[in-house]
């Protein structure tokens, strides 16, 4: 006898829209659409409208309660995963709001699962992306800050409450940058593509004969100026390798504690492809502990994009 295919309910719960997804055992998002949020019209609305999104994505697929194992969720903010706990929520305006129980009501006691939307990204990553098959590996997020999500055997490593690590603000330098947490010296301050900017701005008004300035003004600056400009002008190259060293310093302190297989990197800086990549390796090679005796730490770009909200969501109930 066939035995019944398994579908899950994926959901990418954002501040202006909900996304959702039904994805089948293999990491395949067969059917998905999306709807906006309505956050303005208060929490037990959002509820609804999640419900109303699963049970239309159900019906496209002609599916029943009992062909899907569950929905799973990822909503930004800080959650306990494990109540099911909105904690807070700045996007949604939510304070200790129980999400997971109001879905799993609306749907008829479905099972309703969790997760901070970072962290269900990495588990998508590690289930079915650039990390498919890794038991432990760690997603850094390159972004306005610097995110990060951990699977350790396999699992969201999620810390106490579920509040998640907060790997972008250990300190690389003593007394160093001023990061937005309040402490001195953050991986973030030195890494986000915040930082990038500050400091190719830096070097733009350091050195006027900058061939940087051919971008028009400082209003102009991106994460991807020094870049651009890296080959041609030493101000630029003198950015790009600053960046690199000290990003490379954090992966290595990542790579340090938790040994994982594969750092993933995501976010917008990650468009630079093999120019981050390659430098990075080799200056993560050099500084891990054992070096070339000890397991070797690959670092590689994330793939899945946009779909690993949804992918990780239903990996959630996996
Ligand atoms: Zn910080």
Known sequence: MEQKKKYYVGIDLGGTFIKGGIVDEAGEIVYSDKVPTETEKGGERVAMNIAVLADTLMD?????????????????????????????????????????????????????????????????EAKFGAAKGCENMVMITLGTGVGAGIIAEGMLLEGN????????????????????????????????????I??????????????????????????????????????????????????????????????????????????????????????LDKEIFAGELGPKVKIRIAELGNSAGLLGAAALLM
């Open 161 to 196: 409450k579920s509040a998640g690590a907060e790997l972008g603000h250990s300190v690389i330098v003593m007394d160093g940058e001023q990061c937005s947490c309040g402490r001195k010296g953050c991986f973030e301050a030195y890494s986000s593509a915040t930082a990038l």
């Open 60 to 124: 496209a697929m002609h599916l029943t309660k009992d062909d899907v194992v569950g929905l799973g969720m990822g909503v930004p903010g800080m959650i306990d995963s494990k109540a099911g706990n909105v904690i807070f929520a700045g996007n949604l305006q939510w304070k200790d709001f129980h999400i997971a129980e109001k879905v799993s009501t609306l749907m008829g006691g479905m099972k309703v699962k969790i997760a901070n939307d970072a962290n269900v990204a990495a588990l998508g």
């Open 198 to 283: 500050r400091d190719t701005r830096r070097a733009m008004e350091a050195h006027r004969d900058s061939d940087m300035w051919e971008i028009g003004s400082l209003d102009e600056v991106t994460g991807k100026t020094a870049f651009d400009y890296k080959d041609a002008d030493p101000y630029a190259k003198e950015v790009v390798d600053h960046y690199l060293k000290h990003l490379a310093c954090g992966l290595a302190n990542v790579a340090n504690i938790f040994r994982p297989e594969i750092i993933l990197l995501g976010g917008g800086v990650c468009a630079q492809g093999n120019n981050l990549v390659k430098p990075l390796q080799k200056l």
